[in-house]
């Protein structure tokens, strides 16, 4: 992604429209290996307005008001064959539009869930839930828990303060210095109650490169990673 480009579309973007994932958008999710049907709220098609003209992509209103967006129009390469890649990477890094916040998707059950999951952006929960939702993960995350994505390190803080109320946090954060500097840190303060997951996806940046190649690979006819 150019750093240039990115940095004037947070400046100059507005969010011009909202609207239902539309079949584009879709096939966006599924070029990921995500399931569109297990995700289709609280997602957006979302048209952003800037200096640079209107970019339509994917969207999730943060607890600020800000918009989460993603679109395949600004990343490094977009003549790929494939809008996922970039140099053989899984390109997932969304863009703040507005005011930074965390997303907090709270189970529908009514008593308090004692667990929690910690997610870096919108894919990697997207991506959580298409594998929990197709047998993958069942057994070992369960799905009655809450969903908190952090979109930004600037959040960090508020996350700690609303990790508080959970007996097990389960750290689900990329695997890059950065993640596991961040997830370790986050151990250290709270430990009994952190658990650094990532190593479900050890020989991958994170979640959604993990199931990105999951797919890949069963759609070839392997079994295993």
Not at 6 to 19: A, F, H, P, T
Not at 46 to 71: A, Q, W, Y
Not at 167 to 184: F, K, N, W, Y
């Amino acid at each position: 992604m150019d750093v240039n480009y990115e940095q004037r579309l947070r400046i100059s973007g507005k969010v011009k429209q909202k609207l239902p994932l539309d079949d584009e958008t879709k096939n966006l999710l599924v070029d990921y290996g995500i399931n569109p049907s297990v995700v289709k709220y609280p997602l957006q098609r979302v048209v952003v307005n800037s200096t640079l003209g209107d970019h339509s992509g994917i969207g999730c209103i943060n607890v600020k008001g800000g918009m989460e967006f993603f679109t395949n129009k600004i990343l490094s390469n977009p003549n790929s064959d494939n809008p996922s890649e970039v140099n053989n990477q899984i390109v997932t890094k969304t863009l703040t539009i507005g005011k930074y916040g965390l997303i907090i998707f709270r189970n529908t059950q009514k008593r308090r869930m004692r667990e929690c999951y910690l997610l870096s952006n919108i894919f990697d929960y997207c991506s959580l839930r298409t594998l929990q939702h197709e047998g993958f993960f069942a057994a070992k995350f369960p799905v009655f828990a809450d969903y908190i994505v952090l979109n930004n390190v600037k959040n960090v803080l508020a996350f700690i303060c609303e990790s508080e109320i959970y007996d097990v946090i389960h750290c689900m954060l990329p695997r890059t210095e950065a993640g596991l500097v961040l997830s370790q840190t986050l151990k250290r303060r709270n430990p009994g109650h952190i658990n650094d997951d990532s190593d479900i996806y050890s020989d991958y940046k994170n979640l959604t490169e993990y199931l990105y190649n999951l797919k890949k690979n069963l759609s070839n006819g392997k079994n295993e990673i």
